[in-house]
């Protein structure tokens, strides 16, 4: 079984779980590739390479960080544009919270998905750190990788034997997922408000890695942001002198990679709103009641 993931990460935990996905489905016999999707040419057609590696796949993944309860709008474009005929895909996404709205997420992306006779076998989620709206601590930070790892092998299985999960119904999440789409219109807008301070050494890295070629140079060696931003975050994130301003939103900035170490002793406590504190409460319960089961079931050695 041979399986292209395509993968669209803003700042990197994305791309981690996809990878770790892949070589859940290695161990199990497939042969897998992974295929980022930053720069994508305009067209109405994928770029050959990417078309080719698609149709001769068996099966494809489409991994993406979740914007506003939604894919983010180059996922909806790569989706417009996949070669038919289809065949089997399923979804991995990642959020800074497990809130069952996220389930939403895949809503507009299905739709494009069924008219391209692509069907979704199974949907995916795994919490991962905030890089927008507030930073998590180390332990927590760990606390999702670890338990997202975890999982994956257990998914992977499922996926192989043809097992199908899919995200929860949730009432008028649909209403909300669409209301909430309008940030693929505000991040176009907002992201033409993104600053630099005088921190700023130019370094240029935002300019290589912004993954929609949102930020150049000007001809007097200023940075200059236009009107592609997908608000992915990886420029801020990722600023080595926490120099870049992100318009509006620049009071939910957080700046600086998670390092993912595993806490010495008691870790701190990290506190949340009543929404949010039950919500992880249930995301892990479920995960350790998933994995305690699965423990169960393994063959004794």
Not at 223 to 236: E, K, N, P
């Given at each position: 079984m041979r399986t292209v993931i395509a993968v669209f990460s803003g700042t990197g935990n994305t791309r981690r779980l996809a990878e770790a996905f892949g070589e859940a489905l290695r161990a199990l016999g497939e042969e897998v590739?992974?295929?980022p999707l930053d720069n994508l040419p305009?067209?109405?057609?994928?770029?050959?390479?990417?078309?080719?590696?698609?149709?001769?796949?068996?099966?494809?993944?489409i991994a993406y960080p979740v914007h506003a309860f939604n894919a983010p709008a180059n996922l909806l474009q790569f989706a417009k544009r996949l070669p038919t005929p289809g065949?089997?895909?399923?979804?991995?996404?990642?959020?800074?919270?497990?809130?069952?709205l996220n389930g939403m997420s895949s809503r507009k992306?299905?739709?494009?998905?069924?008219r391209r006779r692509y069907p979704v076998q199974s949907e995916y989620h795994y919490c991962m750190p905030y890089n927008i709206i507030f930073r998590h601590g180390g332990a927590m930070a760990w606390r999702m990788l670890d338990t997202a790892l975890q999982l994956?092998?257990?998914?992977?299985?499922?996926?192989?034997?043809?097992?199908?999960?899919?995200?929860?119904?949730?009432?008028?999440?649909?209403?909300?997922?669409?209301?909430?789409?309008i940030e693929h219109w505000g991040a176009r807008l907002n992201g033409r408000l993104y600053r630099v301070s005088d921190a700023c050494v130019r370094c240029n890295q935002?300019?290589?890695?912004?993954?929609?070629?949102?930020?150049?140079?000007?001809?007097?060696?200023?940075?200059?942001?236009?009107?592609?931003?997908?608000?992915?975050?990886?420029?801020?994130?990722?600023?080595?002198?926490?120099?870049?301003?992100?318009?509006l939103f620049n009071g939910w900035k957080v700046n600086g990679p998670y390092h993912f170490q595993k806490p010495a002793g008691e870790p701190k406590s990290q506190r949340y709103n009543r929404l949010l504190?039950?919500?992880?409460?249930?995301?892990?319960?479920?995960?350790?009641?998933?994995?305690?089961?699965?423990?169960?079931?393994?063959?004794?050695?």
């Open positions: 590739s992974l295929v305009a067209g109405d057609v994928l770029p050959e390479p990417l078309a080719v590696a698609i149709q001769s796949a068996d099966r494809l993944g065949k089997t895909v399923f979804l991995l996404n990642t959020s800074g919270e497990p809130l069952r992306l299905r739709a494009i998905l069924q994956i092998p257990l998914d992977a299985a499922e996926l192989v034997q043809g097992i199908s999960r899919q995200p929860d119904r949730v009432p008028l999440g649909g209403v909300i997922a669409c209301l909430a789409r935002c300019v290589r890695q912004c993954p929609a070629g949102n930020i150049t140079v000007g001809a007097s060696g200023q940075l200059q942001f236009g009107g592609h931003c997908l608000m992915c975050m990886r420029c801020s994130l990722h600023c080595p002198k926490d120099a870049i301003r992100i318009g504190t039950r919500a992880y409460d249930r995301y892990f319960r479920e995960a350790e009641q998933r994995l305690a089961a699965a423990e169960q079931t393994r063959p004794g050695e």
